[in-house]
């Protein structure tokens, strides 16, 4: 699923970001915390849902790209980040879960449950 968010003050100064969030069936095989690359010059930065955990421990994972003008504008920078994980996990035989397109109900863990 690709939701684009209306940054505020998070240093990457006022615009849109993609969020993109999916489950792997095969963890990715290394250790780091974090992993960024570029696609269509733009950063995207790979995440595990848990802070400080290895992707290779990861189930879920996140794709993050900030600094887009406009909804539409990061949108569509997210139907080509959906389509480009999809062909990768093809060839890589990764397999990934990118859902359905409808929204997943998600907690930030420091939030306490009523």
Not at 24 to 47: C, H, K, S, W, Y
Request: net charge positive; hydrophobic share 40%.
């Amino acid at each position: 699923m690709t939701t684009p968010h209306q940054s505020i003050n998070d240093g990457e100064g006022p615009g849109f970001r993609i969020l993109l969030r999916f489950r792997v069936a095969m963890p990715l095989g290394t250790d780091e915390i974090e992993r960024q690359f570029a696609l269509d010059a733009r950063t995207v930065r790979l995440t595990p849902e848990t802070a400080g955990q290895p992707l290779k421990e990861a189930k879920w994972l996140i794709f993050d790209a900030r600094g887009f003008r406009s909804d539409q504008e990061a949108k569509a920078f997210g139907e080509k980040l959906k389509m480009a994980t999809l062909f990768s996990s093809i060839f890589c035989r990764l397999g990934v879960d990118l859902g359905s397109g409808i929204p997943s109900l998600y907690l930030v863990p420091t939030i306490p449950r009523a």
